[in-house]
């Protein structure tokens, strides 16, 4: 299996072929790649036939790889390699088979490698679902009444959702407040699990909507939001679930 690899740190792009070939010790990696001029390059050079598989980091030495992408088409698979997960959306919206955080550890990328070999007869097809699956996932509206008028909220505008009063708040990252006609169960299952996450029985935030994280009694962790609700003193991280929170925070999603 030919790899090339998109990584502007020498270290990291020579221990990643350690594990790769660990993982596989058919695997050649003919090229490494450390730039966006270099990398578009290379792929109006080689189009779909330079490599089986690329992995490759997100930010390199002169900018965003993504920019790659802007000017050439590839279907060749790609394996995103970076230090931060915010850039997983976007990721998604490419050929994208894996988002591996750094640093790699040896059985995610033999979990991704054998995701490929799963996916190598028809991988196109199965990314462009998982694409489109995310996208909507991002579009989803959310309804209920007010004052007797029909409502709605996007996901992606819901800073976090909280229950009072038996009902479930939607608090937007401008800091509207819609009551929505839905359990808190039901919209965390129409959720991106990428960005939400519940905390508690009551409460599911978004990432971008934690500004601070402080230690708590009994093991668990306290949450300042923004913006700040009617529970402006913190947002309580149950125990059972602070496990599962800090995976989150570094883009490793376990289910609950």
Known sequence: MRIVIFEDERDNAERLIRLLQQCNPEI??????G???????WFRRNGDEGADLVFMDI????????????????????IFTTAYDKYALQAFKLYSLDYLLKPVDIRDLQRALDKFSRFRPEPQEQLSRIAEALLRRDETRFTGKMNNQLVY?????????????????????SGQRTPLDYSLEQVEKMLDRVLFF?????VIVHIDAIRKITTYY??????????????????????????????????RISGE
């Open 153 to 173: 909220v996007k996901a992606r505008n819901i800073a976090y959702l909280d229950i009072e009063d038996g009902i479930v708040w939607a608090i937007t990252h």
């Open 35 to 41: 730039s966006v001029s270099e990398g578009t390059a």
């Open 28 to 33: 050649t990696v003919p090229q490494v790649i």
């Open 198 to 202: 519940r905390i508690n029985r009551r």
């Open 218 to 251: 009994n093991n668990r962790l306290i949450l300042q939001l923004a913006p700040a609700g009617a529970s402006g003193n913190g947002h309580i991280v149950s125990r059972e679930r602070v496990n599962n929170f800090k995976n989150w925070l570094q883009g």
């Open 59 to 78: 930010q390199l030495s002169d900018g965003n790889c993504f920019e790659i992408f802007e000017t050439t088409n590839s279907r060749i698979p790609l």
